[in-house]
């Protein structure tokens, strides 16, 4: 069954090889894990820990599309309304503005305007937009990031709030007029880590029609070393819908076999070749095939074509 993969970190992993002299990274590492895994849509983050500059966010959005247009063939730069029913769908997006010191409606007209249509204010850090969760937990949303978020509303920028910290989730819950995304989190009812959402996060998302994507990174499936499967990943998309109904479901399992220095995925979920052991395991917890076709396609489908 064919995947939506709402997040990997591809414009990071094509940055760095390109800097080491690899070239056509996306041909060389990843199309046929995609293809084998049918993964037929990517959410491909220019990833961002927190001190990296403007001109290297720019130089990693520009390398991607560079490699993108390389692979047109198979693979298709999307920006708003169907998805293609052929190639790949790469949708650009941004995981953290720590480069955005001032007038972020600048930055973001740029990024808008090569093709970024999601984007978080932070990653794990605290910046001057906003707070990540390994930030301040008093500190939420900035002055400064309240702007980003009005002109991301305005360009029709999805925002991201998967690595908030709490206080800075609200803000931006407040502050933003159109639906949001957690593109990459699980249930922390299920995972106590603070990178998944609480209950009342996942109905504060859903009450504005925005959309969770499940992860596989394995401690947000669980906490207990060997546990983190494909099935108990399924596990949190049933109390997730049960909480607030299948329609809010996606998926971005966050996959990370091609970086170092990052913690690893679910033992069955291991890179986009294994996607489909997802759609078994969904099968077995229960979900109906209709069912299944919404969390892995057509629900982020929807929503795109909606919002973009
Ligand atoms: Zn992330």
Redesign the pocket.
């Known amino acids: 069954m064919k995947i939506f993969d709402c ?1 990997a970190d591809i414009g990071m992993d094509v940055l760095d090889k390109h800097l080491k002299g690899q070239t056509n990274i996306l041909k060389t590492d990843h199309i046929e894990k995609w293809l084998t895994g049918d993964v037929r849509g990517v959410g491909m983050a220019s990833f961002f820990k927190g001190d990296e500059t403007l001109d290297t966010a720019k130089a990693m959005v520009r390398q991607l599309k560079i490699e993108i247009d390389q692979n047109s063939d198979r693979m298709h730069c999307y920006l708003n309304g169907d998805l293609h029913q052929e190639k790949i769908n790469a949708l650009l997006t941004l ?1 953290g503005m720590c480069y955005i010191k001032e007038e972020p409606e600048v930055v973001l007209d740029w990024m808008f305007a090569q093709g970024i249509r999601i984007g978080s204010l932070t ?1 794990n850090d605290e910046n001057a937009l906003a707070t990540g969760v390994s930030g301040n937990p008093l500190r939420g949303l900035t002055d400064l990031g309240k702007r980003a978020i009005a002109h991301m509303n305005h360009l029709k920028m999805i925002i991201d709030v ?2 908030t910290n709490e206080k800075s989730f609200w803000d931006i819950f407040e502050a933003s007029n159109r639906p949001v995304m957690a593109t ?1 989190s699980n249930a922390r009812a299920l995972s106590q880590v603070d990178r998944n959402l609480t209950d009342q996060q996942i109905k504060a998302i859903a009450l504005k029609g925005g959309l969770i994507g499940l992860v596989s990174a394995k401690r947000f499936i669980s906490l207990i070393e060997g546990e983190n499967t494909a099935l108990n990943l399924a596990k949190h998309a049933l109390y997730i819908k049960n909480l607030v109904g299948i329609q809010h479901l996606c998926i971005g399992f ?1 996959y990370m076999d091609f970086l170092s220095g990052f913690h690893k995925n679910g033992i069955d979920l291991d890179n986009a070749s294994d996607s489909q052991n997802f759609v078994i395991a969904l099968k077995e917890t229960g979900f109906s095939q209709s069912e299944i076709q919404q969390i892995c396609w057509e629900n982020i489908s929807t929503f795109l074509k909606q919002q973009l």
């Open positions: 997040h995981e990653w998967s690595h990459h966050d």
